[in-house]
Nanobody, 126 residues
């Protein structure tokens, strides 16, 4: 069982930056592939970034590639999402997820994540 708590969301002007954190409970954090997702109002939740158990592999959706960076600190049971050059289209509730699944194409989707945080709102003003 893993419990996830996101933080770091807020209101930012277009072109600005935010850093999201997701703190995980439990002693097996390093056993999970971690992902970040977002859900704009009235739309479905979409994958944006994933990181392997060791942190050596990362993958991004095209919409955030080059602007967002996912990282993790297994000693602190935390995964991060550094978001730069934000624009209005990045406005959404951001969620982190955890899956025990091995690194494969399915971890770039929402379907294989077993654990989710409660989400944190990011609003970008234009």
């Amino acid at each position: 069982q893993v419990q996830l708590v996101e933080s770091g969301g807020g209101l930012v002007q277009a072109g600005g930056s935010l850093r999201l954190s997701c703190a995980a409970s439990g002693r097996t954090f390093s056993s999970y592939v971690m992902g970040w997702f977002r859900q704009p109002a009235g739309k479905k939740r979409n994958f944006i970034a994933a990181i392997s158990r060791s942190g050596g592999l990362t993958y991004y959706a095209d919409s955030v590639k080059g602007r967002f960076t996912i990282s993790r600190d297994n000693a602190k049971n935390t995964v991060f999402l550094q978001m730069n050059k934000l624009n209005a289209e990045d406005t959404a509730i951001y969620y982190c997820g955890a899956t025990p699944r091995a690194w494969d194409r399915l971890v770039f989707t929402t379907t294989v994540y077993d654990y989710w945080g409660q989400g944190t709102q990011v609003t970008v003003s234009s």
